[in-house]
Structures are given as C-alpha cells and as structure tokens.
C-alpha cells in the first residue's frame, strides 16, 4: 500500500489569506490588543505556534487555556471569511486527488498544521475534504515531526504500508523534516510561502515548482524506491 500525507497552505490549496483576518480578530477578543499576522512568516508553523508567536510578540504572558481559546476563536471565524477572499485549489491537485481516489493501493491522508476545525473549513469550502481518509492534525504547541507519527500511526492501522511507500506532499522545509521524523519521501512543491532554491537547500526527494500532471504524479508514486533522488522541472 501507498500512503500519501498530504499538507493543506500551499500545498492542496490558498485561501487568498482570509485566515488573516479571521486570526487577528480572534486576538483582539481575546486579549483585546491589534496584531498584524504578516508580522512575521507563518508558512510551514502549526496553529499552536502561531499562537504563541502571536502572544510572545504583543508581550502577552498567555497560559494554555488563553492560547487554545485563541485558536478556537479563530476556527470558529474562519468559514464566514473563506467566502471573501478568492482563493483556489493549486495546479493539478484535484486531477491528482480524482485520478488517485480510484487505486485501491493508494491512500491520501492529511498531515497539517492547522486544527482539525481549520482543516475541516478549508478543505470543505474548496469541496477537497472528501478525498482524504482522516489524518494529523495541529493538537498543542508540538513541533510537526509529533504529528507526522500520528498521521503515520493512522495510516497503518487502516492498511499495512511498506517503510518505502510513504510520501509526504508539502511547500515547506517542515514538511521536509516531517517526512524525514517518518522516514518518508519528501515531495516539494513550491507553490506556498517557500521558493523552490529554499526547498532544494532542504534536500527534498523530490521538488516541483508545480505538482505535476496527475499520470506523472502516479508514475512518480509507484517508481522503485531505489530510484535516486532527481529535479525535476514543473
């Protein structure tokens, strides 16, 4: 079996930033300070993290119980500002997604930053949420490689999967590291807050500056682990 660990910002898709608003809006009821979330570069952090950033920056001394009633705050804003942004899904990721979802051997699950109800908004309004089998999610403040093992965890209990037949999908050096925590195949692409130059410093299995057309996704899945490392162009 083949488990693909797929991340979600720059990856599958862009909200067009509408969880910007929706997250300094949560920080103003919260703490009742203004926080400008493109203060600092969040691609590739979890929630959590940006949370506690958040706070570390407006020198706010928060307590667990005030950083996950932050990030609740948030989940709770973001569906009313998806609409008003024009995001998109990215570059071949549904015709890979629709292609994919037919192979009995091959399974997509999602390994995120984001809180399961980000995840669930997001992946909800670009209509993609219903190709994925579960997956790990942004649960505290933990570094990524925590929910890589989770998603890698679910994997196996729903299918026996060969140490060589994991991939993770992401836009960002994390994503690397999260696969590297599993012993997975890094698929880079650079469509998020990461320029291709970033990617390859990293060291990814594989780096696109677009995903590519979902019969050249599949081939690239199933080719022999013993294939050496290559760049290949979009």
Not at 43 to 70: K, N, P, W
């Amino acid at each position: 079996m083949i488990a693909l660990f797929w991340d979600i910002d720059g990856t599958l898709l862009t909200t067009g930033k509408a969880g910007v608003p929706a997250w300094e809006t949560a920080v103003r009821e919260i703490v009742q300070r203004d926080f400008e979330l493109e203060s600092f570069r969040v691609a590739g952090l979890t929630d959590y993290q940006i949370a506690v950033r958040t706070f570390e920056m407006l020198g706010v001394d928060a307590d667990e119980s005030t950083i996950r009633r932050m990030v609740r705050r948030y989940e709770e804003l973001l569906p009313s500002e998806l609409p008003k942004k024009t995001g998109y899904v990215m570059p071949n990721v549904r015709e890979i997604l629709d292609r994919l979802r037919g192979e009995p051997d091959v399974h997509s699950y999602l390994l995120t930053g984001n809180t399961p109800g980000g995840a669930r908004a997001k992946l909800t309004h670009y209509d993609l949420f219903r190709y994925f089998e579960g997956g790990a999610f942004a649960e505290d403040a933990g570094d990524r490689a925590s929910i890589a093992a989770r998603a890698l965890d679910l994997a196996r209990q729903n299918a026996p999967v060969g140490d060589d037949r994991l991939f993770v999908i992401g836009d960002t050096p994390h994503d690397v590291d999260c696969a590297n925590a599993i012993g997975a195949r890094t698929i880079a692409v650079a469509t998020g807050g990461y320029s291709r130059a970033e990617l390859l410093s990293h060291r990814p299995w594989r780096v696109f500056d677009v995903l590519p057309a979902a019969d050249e996704f599949e081939r690239l899945i199933r080719e022999p682990s013993a294939a050496q490392p290559e760049i290949r162009p979009a």
